[in-house]
């Protein structure tokens, strides 16, 4: 058990928080006072700055792309492209890491935005066989089911800049700078090699698993290193994050693309929002349960985090409704099982040799106690939220059922 | 008696608190960062002709040097001097450090309770291993010397220095008021050791090009440290030597292992 663990007065985070989070001399977190930048800044002045940013990486003839912009079938990726085409007048090469897990939902925003946005895009398949034998390897060593797809996601467009001599990258928004207020939005920071590694891949690059794991093999993890500085410097690659310039707001981002884009919706089972991460099966549903296992708390928490901050729940409100979902259980499991060739009693058996002890208590062969962070943080019941807070309008599985989409070499 | 080094340097620092690196700005106000070791590691790849670790919290919550800390950079088998500051209270422990794999060690707080053992430390590891750090502030012209734990400034006594000059190699000076703050350093603090006989290192504040290849351009100045800056883009120790090329630094340097554009 941990005790005394510190929390925010205002969200709901701690101490623990595995990005790192600092609390104040008034016990307000680094977070929420980064937030506070969001009503402080003269955004108008910051969007002239962006647009003089990515001045220089026009290009002239026409002939080449002027940006690489990753994207899915989710998460802000509507809005980054209605801001990089409609607004600062750019000419995208996207790009696509398939993550397996699709949902049928998400590949249908993937085609939307697609259409919509009348845009080239490049999808990196890696092959079945080693993204199975990199995410058996993660999930046993470190619990991880999503390494394989933070690694894809993260480096493909560096790659790509690369391989295609269009040195700026355009990213939505920083995390550790939404989350635990890691930079002021004034600092400016860019995308680098060494965020990727501390907190996307949790310390561990692809060469790195080399030596983690016997089981995995130079073939396996090549498509996932990070190009060298040399490459980075010749062609003077720079990833730069819009939030930086734009004052950052997922949900009403959202909802402008839901109402000019036609972006579709779901509910998921462990959390309330309904915009974020419907393009998979897994983010929401067994990486969010491993998260909990790990961290002692999950991506409700984050969620509520979030919407406290942009004062749409008060933190009681938000507490509750983080126990409220947090010990649902998951919906999928059966998929990802089939997917990576295990039964239920073996994912099960891995997936507790993760939880944190200082968390969870064993009370005997099949119960669990929870100790996590809501049990500690301390916060009033409160009626619950409007149910039109966060609006639905399909379904994950939208008319094609429950089976994970894949595409190019998956099978 | 100033050491006389053939080349300035570029030191990445990383100020440690609570076991993770941080931002720091005024002694007073952090943002996280992230694992120490992975900050290291970072500023190893791009070049930094020195490493500087400040654990801020060792000292004053009396918890020793960070040794775990130091056994992970070690496993990281680094190409860059590592220098260690933070919780160093006896011979004992600064040895230790040492041991671990630190190329030379800091103190602060031992300056303020124990110079005895900042000597004896020099007689047994070598004055090349012993910085002093000293942040101070410029104040209507007298220079005021901080004591970080009681958050306590002093204005520095005649003679104070001249210990120094036999026990420590370097003297790093940072300007408190203004860590963290973009271009913030206030160069008066440097008119204010002009005279001293050491090798000095100044921290805080350091992130405008120009006004870093000034203050290296002196002579009594052996070195820059800067911290937060380097964390905001890719390169940055490489960016800011790229400005000085030609100069009396270590040029900078890009690895290349598995490169794409070779690959044809």
Same mark, same amino acid.
């Given at each position: 058990?941990?005790? *005394?663990?510190?929390?925010?007065?205002?969200?709901?985070?701690?101490?623990?928080?595995?990005?790192?989070?600092?609390?104040?001399?008034?016990?307000?977190?680094?977070?929420?006072?980064?937030?506070?930048?969001?009503?402080?800044?003269?955004?108008?002045?910051?969007?002239?700055?962006?647009?003089?940013?990515?001045?220089? $990486?026009?290009? #002239?003839?026409?002939?080449? $792309?002027?940006?690489?912009?990753?994207?899915?079938?989710?998460?802000?990726?509507?809005?980054?492209?209605?801001?990089?085409? *409609?607004?600062?007048?750019?000419?995208?090469?996207?790009?696509?890491?398939?993550?397996?897990?699709?949902?049928?939902?998400?590949?249908?925003?993937?085609?939307?935005?697609?259409?919509?946005?009348?845009?080239?895009?490049?999808?990196?398949?890696?092959?079945?066989?080693?993204?199975?034998?990199?995410?058996?390897?993660?999930?046993?060593?470190?619990?991880?089911?999503?390494?394989?797809?933070?690694?894809?996601?993260?480096?493909?467009?560096?790659?790509?800049?690369?391989?295609?001599?269009?040195?700026? #990258?355009?990213?939505?928004?920083?995390?550790?700078?939404?989350?635990?207020?890691?930079?002021?939005?004034?600092?400016?920071?860019?995308?680098?090699?060494?965020?990727?590694?501390?907190?996307?891949?949790?310390?561990?690059?692809?060469?790195?698993?080399?030596?983690?794991?016997?089981?995995?093999?130079?073939?396996?993890?090549?498509?996932?290193?990070?190009?060298?500085?040399?490459?980075?410097?010749? #062609?003077?690659?720079?990833?730069?994050?819009?939030?930086?310039?734009?004052?950052?707001?997922?949900?009403?981002?959202?909802?402008?693309?839901?109402?000019?884009?036609?972006?579709?919706?779901?509910?998921?089972?462990?959390?309330?929002?309904?915009?974020?991460?419907?393009?998979?099966?897994? $983010?929401?549903?067994?990486?969010?349960?491993?998260?909990?296992?790990?961290?002692?708390?999950?991506?409700?928490?984050?969620?509520?985090?979030?919407?406290?901050?942009?004062?749409?729940?008060?933190?009681?409100?938000?507490?509750?409704?983080?126990?409220?979902?947090?010990?649902?259980?998951?919906?999928?499991?059966?998929?990802?099982?089939?997917?990576?060739?295990?039964?239920?009693?073996?994912?099960?058996?891995?997936?507790?040799?993760?939880? *944190?002890?200082?968390?969870?208590?064993?009370? $005997?062969?099949?119960?669990?106690?929870?100790?996590?962070?809501?049990?500690?943080?301390?916060?009033?019941?409160?009626?619950?939220?409007?149910?039109?807070?966060?609006?639905?309008?399909?379904?994950?599985?939208?008319?094609?059922?429950?089976?994970?989409?894949?595409?190019?070499?998956?099978? | 008696?100033?050491?006389?080094?053939?080349?300035?340097?570029?030191?990445?620092?990383?100020?440690?608190?609570?076991?993770?690196?941080?931002?720091?700005?005024?002694?007073?106000?952090?943002?996280?960062?992230?694992?120490?070791?992975?900050?290291?590691?970072?500023?190893?790849?791009?070049?930094?002709?020195?490493?500087?670790?400040?654990?801020?919290?060792?000292?004053?919550?009396?918890?020793?040097?960070?040794?775990?800390?130091?056994?992970?950079?070690?496993?990281?088998?680094?190409?860059?001097?590592?220098?260690?500051?933070?919780?160093?209270?006896?011979?004992?422990?600064?040895?230790?450090?040492?041991?671990?794999?630190?190329?030379?060690?800091?103190?602060?707080?031992?300056?303020?309770?124990?110079?005895?053992?900042?000597?004896?430390?020099?007689?047994?590891?070598?004055?090349?291993?012993?910085?002093?750090?000293?942040?101070?502030?410029?104040?209507?012209?007298?220079?005021?010397?901080?004591?970080?734990?009681?958050?306590?400034?002093?204005?520095?006594?005649?003679?104070?220095?001249?210990?120094?000059?036999?026990?420590?190699?370097?003297?790093?000076?940072?300007?408190?008021?203004?860590?963290?703050?973009?271009?913030?350093?206030?160069?008066?603090?440097?008119?204010?050791?002009?005279?001293?006989?050491?090798?000095?290192?100044?921290?805080?504040?350091?992130?405008?090009?120009?006004?870093?290849?000034?203050?290296?351009?002196?002579?009594?100045?052996?070195?820059?440290?800067?911290?937060?800056?380097?964390?905001?883009?890719?390169?940055?120790?490489?960016?800011?030597?790229?400005?000085?090329?030609?100069?009396?630094?270590?040029?900078?340097?890009?690895?290349?292992?598995?490169?794409?554009?070779?690959?044809?």
């Amino acid at each position: 058990m941990i005790n *005394n663990i510190n929390f925010c007065k205002r969200c709901l985070y701690s101490e623990a928080h595995p990005l790192g989070l600092i609390l104040d001399s008034e016990g307000i977190c680094s977070g929420c006072r980064i937030h506070e930048e969001k009503d402080k800044l003269d955004w108008s002045e910051r969007w002239d700055k962006l647009e003089k940013l990515v001045e220089p $990486y026009r290009s #002239i003839s026409g002939e080449q $792309y002027d940006c690489i912009v990753p994207v899915s079938g989710a998460q802000d990726s509507h809005f980054i492209l209605h801001l990089i085409k *409609n607004k600062l007048k750019l000419n995208p090469l996207l790009v696509t890491y398939n993550k397996y897990f699709n949902t049928p939902l998400g590949i249908k925003n993937l085609v939307n935005l697609r259409i919509k946005f009348d845009c080239d895009i490049l999808y990196q398949n890696i092959n079945p066989k080693s993204v199975r034998k990199i995410t058996k390897s993660t999930l046993h060593q470190f619990g991880s089911i999503y390494w394989p797809i933070l690694a894809g996601q993260t480096v493909f467009p560096v790659q790509t800049a690369v391989r295609y001599k269009v040195p700026l #990258i355009i990213w939505g928004a920083h995390q550790g700078l939404e989350q635990v207020g890691m930079f002021s939005h004034e600092h400016e920071v860019e995308m680098t090699r060494r965020y990727r590694k501390d907190h996307d891949l949790m310390g561990y690059e692809a060469d790195d698993l080399l030596s983690v794991f016997n089981t995995l093999s130079e073939e396996d993890i090549w498509q996932y290193r990070y190009p060298d500085d040399k490459d980075l410097n010749e #062609i003077g690659v720079r990833g730069i994050y819009l939030g930086n310039y734009v004052r950052w707001d997922p949900k009403a981002q959202h909802e402008l693309m839901i109402d000019e884009y036609d972006y579709k919706t779901a509910s998921f089972r462990r959390t309330f929002d309904k915009y974020d991460f419907v393009d998979c099966f897994n $983010y929401m549903d067994l990486h969010d349960l491993l998260k909990l296992y790990k961290q002692g708390y999950s991506k409700v928490t984050d969620h509520a985090s979030r919407e406290i901050r942009f004062g749409r729940i008060t933190r009681d409100q938000g507490l509750t409704l983080v126990k409220n979902y947090e010990q649902k259980p998951p919906e999928y499991l059966d998929l990802f099982q089939k997917w990576l060739g295990i039964n239920q009693k073996e994912l099960q058996f891995i997936i507790n040799q993760h939880r *944190n002890l200082s968390f969870w208590k064993h009370q $005997y062969p099949d119960k669990w106690v929870f100790n996590g962070l809501s049990s500690m943080n301390q916060g009033q019941k409160a009626e619950g939220v409007s149910k039109d807070l966060f609006l639905e309008s399909s379904t994950l599985e939208d008319k094609i059922g429950k089976k994970y989409i894949v595409f190019g070499k998956g099978v | 008696m100033r050491l006389v080094l053939l080349k300035k340097r570029i030191i990445g620092t990383v100020i440690i608190k609570n076991g993770w690196a941080v931002q720091s700005f005024g002694y007073n106000r952090y943002l996280p960062l992230g694992k120490p070791e992975c900050v290291v590691e970072n500023l190893d790849r791009w070049g930094a002709d020195e490493i500087l670790i400040l654990s801020i919290d060792r000292s004053s919550n009396r918890l020793g040097p960070d040794f775990s800390l130091l056994e992970k950079l070690a496993s990281l088998q680094l190409e860059t001097p590592l220098i260690y500051g933070g919780g160093i209270s006896t011979i004992e422990e600064g040895v230790k450090v040492i041991g671990l794999g630190a190329d030379r060690i800091c103190v602060d707080s031992l300056l303020h309770d124990n110079f005895n053992i900042v000597r004896k430390l020099s007689e047994r590891l070598g004055r090349q291993a012993i910085i002093g750090v000293m942040p101070v502030m410029a104040n209507n012209g007298i220079i005021k010397w901080l004591n970080y734990r009681n958050k306590s400034s002093l204005p520095l006594k005649d003679g104070m220095l001249d210990n120094y000059t036999k026990t420590v190699s370097e003297l790093l000076l940072i300007d408190f008021l203004n860590e963290g703050s973009k271009d913030g350093f206030n160069n008066k603090i440097l008119e204010d050791f002009i005279d001293v006989d050491l090798s000095l290192i100044l921290f805080g504040g350091l992130s405008d090009g120009p006004k870093i290849k000034k203050l290296l351009a002196n002579k009594m100045v052996s070195a820059i440290a800067i911290g937060n800056f380097l964390n905001y883009k890719e390169h940055s120790i490489q960016n800011f030597k790229r400005e000085y090329s030609r100069s009396n630094i270590r040029d900078s340097y890009y690895k290349e292992r598995y490169s794409l554009l070779n690959d044809k």
